[in-house]
């Protein structure tokens, strides 16, 4: 079919199929174009807190997920060396997050989008914009036949991750940039069972993480500064394990165990940008990017999906002006991350806490209240505002 869409989605992994999937599921007609394939992986870990999972269930495909084999994932461990806290994540009607690997969850949200109607093309690169009169109005690709395609559209929503070509093409404004501030490299390992917990080990600036995904494996990412990520990438695998043998049981139960795969990592910057612009709109990372230490960029990808999708709804409807609606998607989408973006880019220098944090996490220590809460925050159920005021914090020292 020929003519012009409602939408032409770029990027079709965990911002752009969803939002593509939503539109089309609306009635419109949408376009996802993406340069890979599916399935096929990307580099990044895949913790999806439970109100990712809850994003899943609301569209209809949780049950999908669970299928394959996934394991839920219910308790979060914090391990400071001393004290550990042990918390559950989610709410009542999400009380479980999941680790999925990419290659099954990106695959499962492009037959969604799909099976929602949108018209999907693979090897399909994205190398010009169109913009007549100052507006965007389209896309220049090439096939996966090598032939250059021209594609129109009343919006163009750039979901084509961190280095969006589509962000840069319109040069979308960034603002309240952070350079890279983390290092970090995963792998899977085999015969290291998890049993339904993510646990994370917080040293002195270092820290990893594991837990449980498809097939049996165990995914476990180790970090260190940024500052060090030239050195230290000189030998990963030795840095990787000596980190480890920082937390000397967890050491113990790896050497038990078998790497599956190799060792794979990207620092990344933190940012975000004006999601909008005439016939032009941006979601997932291509609008806004932390860093991956908490874990929030499927999750923000898809609540990020679901507030642009609705803004363009309501324009496409008639019902809404463009810059009225997404203005609004911008206001929301920031003021609903910004301090998990702070409490992020705290974490990722992995800087010792400051004493009253550390005694902080002392009388949170024990009491299963606080300790949920806490697992609540860095799963991004409650936000760090809330749990870091000064009442709730003094509720909690004065209960220690
Ligand atoms: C090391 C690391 C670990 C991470 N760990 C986690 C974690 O545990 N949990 C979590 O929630 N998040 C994690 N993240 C973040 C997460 O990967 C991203 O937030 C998420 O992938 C964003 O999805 P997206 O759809 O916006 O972009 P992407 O997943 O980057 O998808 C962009 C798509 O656009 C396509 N594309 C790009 N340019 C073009 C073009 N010119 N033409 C056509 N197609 C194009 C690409 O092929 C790609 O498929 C991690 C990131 C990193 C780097």
């Not at 394991?71 to 004290?83: K, L, R, S, V």
């Not at 679901?306 to 997404?326: K, P, T």
Request: net charge positive.
């Amino acid at each position: 079919m020929t003519g012009v869409f409602d939408a032409i989605v770029v990027g079709a992994r965990c911002a752009g199929s969803p939002t593509a999937m939503l539109l089309a599921r609306k009635g419109y007609r949408v376009l996802v174009v993406d340069r890979a394939s599916f399935p096929s992986d990307t580099v990044s870990t895949h913790i999806l807190h439970p109100l990712g999972a809850r994003a899943l269930s609301k569209w209809g495909l949780l049950g999908r997920l669970a299928a394959t084999g996934c394991p839920p994932i219910h308790t979060y461990a914090f391990d400071f060396g001393p004290f550990t806290i042990t918390g559950a994540p989610g709410t009542r009607d999400a009380p479980v997050g999941y680790c999925p690997r990419r290659t099954i969850l990106d695959e499962l949200l492009v037959d969604a989008a799909a099976q929602s109607g949108a018209e999907i093309r693979e090897n399909f690169a994205v190398k010009d914009v169109l913009v007549e009169d100052g507006r965007v109005v389209g896309i220049k690709g090439r096939s996966k036949h090598g032939s250059s395609i021209i594609e129109r559209a009343k919006v163009v929503v750039g979901a084509d991750g961190r280095r969006s070509f589509i962000a840069e093409a319109i040069r979308a404004e960034r603002y309240d940039e952070k350079p890279p501030l983390l290092a970090a490299y995963y792998t899977y390992w085999s015969g290291l069972p998890m049993e339904g917990r993510f646990e994370t080990y917080i040293r002195d600036r270092r820290g990893f993480a594991a837990a449980p995904t498809h097939e049996g494996l165990t995914m476990v990412i180790v970090g260190w500064p940024y500052a060090e990520f030239a050195e230290n990438r000189k030998d990963i695998e030795g840095n990787y394990l000596k980190t480890i043998e920082l937390a000397p049981a967890f050491a113990d139960r790896l050497r038990g165990a078998r790497r599956e795969a190799r060792f794979a990592g990207v620092p990344v910057p933190n940012y975000f940008r004006k999601p909008y612009g005439c016939g032009w709109a941006l979601v997932g990372d291509a609008g806004y990017n932390r860093d991956f230490i908490t874990g929030q960029g499927i999750m923000n990808a898809f609540h990020h999906a679901e507030l642009c999708a609705a803004a363009l709804e309501s324009v496409f409807s008639g019902a809404r002006r463009f810059g009225a609606a997404m203005s609004e998607y911008q206001r929301t989408r920031d003021a609903g991350v910004k301090a998990m973006y702070e409490f992020t880019c705290q974490l990722a220098t992995l800087e010792p806490p400051p004493p009253e944090m550390q005694q902080l996490f002392g009388a949170i220590h024990g009491k299963q209240k606080a300790m949920d809460d806490f697992a609540r925050v860095n799963a991004g159920t409650i936000s760090p505002a809330e749990f870091f005021a000064p009442e709730n914090v003094n509720a909690i020292t004065a209960a220690a």
